[in-house]
C-alpha cells in the first residue's frame, strides 16, 4: 500500500458560521468543508486513525499525498507553465500626460504634478506602430496619469481610443472622475468601459483631501460623473483611501452609497485601501483595519468583501468557475509583460515608478525597446522565488509588492508577505457556497 501524506500546501480555516472548517490546497485549488474532527486528524498530521474511504476522498482532492511526490516541484511546475502562458501577452498602458488637476496631499506622483510631459499626435501614432509589432496583445489598455482624463487631454484620449477601437481595443481609465463629462462621447461598452475612481468619504470629508490644485473641492462633480457613467452602462469601480482621519466616516458613506442607488447597480462596486501604497514603507495594518471596521458595527461578511475584495473576488471565482488559472505565479502585472508608456517615450513597469530614472526601455523609431530592468522584472515568479515556494499561500500571494521588496532592502526575488496569510483565511472562513462540497 502507497503510502499518504498530508500535503504542506493545505491551508485551514475554521468557519465563520461556527459549523467546521473550510479547507484549501493551494495547488490542486479543491475545497471543501470538513467537520472538526477531519481538520484535527490533519492538522495534527494523525491521517492513519482514518478509514480508508476517507483517505481516498481527501487525496483525490489533493489534501492527502503520496509520500513520495515531490510537492514543492509540482508548484515549480504549475507556476512555470502560468508564467510562460501570461508572458506571451503583452499588457499596455498609456499615460496622456504626467500632470494632474489634483492636489491630493498622500499622492505618490507629487513629483509629477507640475510636469509639462504630454503626448503629441505624433508619439501616439509611433506607440501604435509599435503595438502593431507586438505578436500578441491583451485587448485592454489602461489610461493612466497623473490624470488622464483632464479636459486638455480631449483630443490626445479621443485619438488614442479611435486608433485602439479600430484595432479591437477597449480602454480602462484610472481617473479622479473630476473632468468625465467631458469625455461622455468616449464612454461606453466598446469604448472606455470601465473606470476606477476615488471618494474618501461623504462630501465634507472627501474633499479634505481630494481637491483641485487652486483649492475647490471635487465631491460633487464626481458623484454626478459617477452617475453618468452608470447610465453610460460603464463598470464604476469606487476606491476609498483609507486612514486614521476618514475611517469612521465609513458608515455615512455606504449610508450615501444607499441613497445614490448604487448598491444595488451591476456596474457599481466600492472597495477599501489603506491610504499608503506601496511608495511608502509605512503602510496601515490591513488586520488591524479589519478590527476597526468591526468596531464601526461592520459584519465581518461585508468587511472581507469590500476591504479584502481581490484576495475575496479570487476566491469566489476559484469556487465558480472551478478554474486553476486563476491562481497566479506573478505577484502583480508588472511581472506579467505589462508596461506604461510615458509621453516622454519611457517604458515604466509599475505606477510608483513613472516619472523616475527606474525606467524598462524606451519607444524608438516605432519599435518598444526593453532593458534589463524588463526582463529581471518579468523573471519574478513563484519558480524563481525560494522564499515562498514552500508556503501555502504561493499561488495566491505570489511573493507580494515587487516595489515594497526593493524599498524594504530586500531583492526582488525575496518575497513580502505583509499580512497576507492573515487576511488569506479570514477571506476563506467567510466563504459560504452551495458549489463547496461537504462529504467529510
Not at 257 to 277: M, T
Not at 394 to 406: E, M, P, V
Request: proline share 3%; hydrophobic share 35%.
Amino acid at each position: 500500500m502507497i503510502k499518504e501524506k498530508v500535503s504542506r500546501y493545505n491551508i485551514i480555516a475554521k468557519r465563520a458560521n461556527g459549523t467546521g472548517y473550510v479547507i484549501l490546497n493551494g495547488y490542486t485549488g479543491s475545497i471543501d468543508y470538513i467537520s472538526e474532527n477531519i481538520a484535527k486528524i490533519i492538522l495534527k498530521n494523525n491521517i492513519d486513525s482514518l478509514p480508508e474511504n476517507k483517505i481516498n476522498y481527501l487525496h483525490s482532492r489533493g489534501y492527502l499525498c503520496n509520500e513520495s511526490l515531490n510537492e514543492v516541484e509540482t508548484i515549480k511546475d504549475i507556476s512555470s507553465l502560468m508564467h510562460e502562458k501570461l508572458s506571451k501577452k503583452y499588457n499596455i498602458g498609456i499615460i496622456p500626460s504626467m500632470s494632474c488637476n489634483f492636489a491630493c496631499p498622500y499622492c505618490f506622483e507629487k513629483t509629477l504634478q507640475s510636469s509639462n510631459y504630454v503626448l503629441t499626435p505624433e508619439i501616439i501614432d509611433e506607440i501604435f506602430i509599435a503595438i502593431d509589432n507586438l505578436a500578441n496583445i491583451n485587448k485592454e489598455i489602461i489610461l493612466f496619469g497623473g490624470e488622464p482624463l483632464q479636459t486638455e487631454n480631449y483630443g490626445l484620449v479621443k485619438l488614442i481610443v479611435e486608433k485602439g477601437f479600430k484595432r479591437g481595443f477597449r480602454f480602462y481609465g484610472s481617473s479622479n472622475g473630476y473632468c468625465l463629462d467631458d469625455f461622455e462621447d468616449l464612454l461606453g461598452p466598446d469604448k472606455i468601459h470601465r473606470i476606477q475612481m476615488t471618494l474618501d468619504g461623504t462630501e465634507e470629508i472627501h474633499n479634505k483631501t481630494r481637491f483641485l490644485k487652486n483649492g475647490q473641492p471635487s465631491f460633487s462633480k464626481i458623484v454626478n460623473n459617477i452617475n453618468l457613467c452608470i447610465r453610460k452602462n460603464i463598470d464604476v469601480i469606487i476606491r476609498t483611501n483609507l486612514s486614521n482621519d476618514n475611517i469612521i466616516n465609513i458608515p455615512n458613506l455606504i449610508d450615501f452609497y444607499q441613497k445614490e442607488g448604487w448598491l444595488n447597480n451591476d456596474n457599481f462596486i466600492f472597495l477599501f485601501r489603506p491610504v499608503q501604497g506601496c511608495n511608502s514603507n509605512q503602510i496601515l495594518n490591513e488586520i488591524h483595519l479589519f478590527e476597526e471596521f468591526k468596531n464601526l458595527g461592520f459584519d465581518e461578511d461585508f468587511i472581507v468583501r469590500h476591504l479584502y475584495f481581490f484576495v475575496f473576488q479570487r476566491l469566489i471565482k476559484l469556487i465558480n468557475l472551478k478554474k486553476l488559472i486563476l491562481f497566479q505565479s506573478e505577484a502583480c502585472a508588472s511581472n506579467k509583460n505589462h508596461f506604461l508608456i510615458a509621453p516622454n517615450k519611457k517604458l515604466y513597469l509599475c505606477e510608483e515608478l513613472v516619472g523616475t530614472n527606474d525606467f524598462c526601455g524606451e519607444l524608438v523609431n516605432g519599435t518598444f525597446i526593453f532593458n534589463k530592468q524588463y526582463y529581471e522584472w518579468n523573471n519574478r515568479y513563484v519558480s524563481n522565488m525560494n522564499s515562498c515556494i514552500k508556503c501555502p499561500y504561493a499561488l495566491f500571494c505570489s511573493g507580494g509588492c515587487t516595489i515594497r521588496c526593493i524599498r524594504t532592502k530586500k531583492s526582488i526575488f525575496d518575497g513580502y508577505c505583509n499580512d497576507f496569510p492573515s487576511i488569506f483565511k479570514k477571506c476563506l472562513s467567510q466563504i459560504e457556497n452551495n458549489n463547496i462540497p461537504s462529504c467529510i
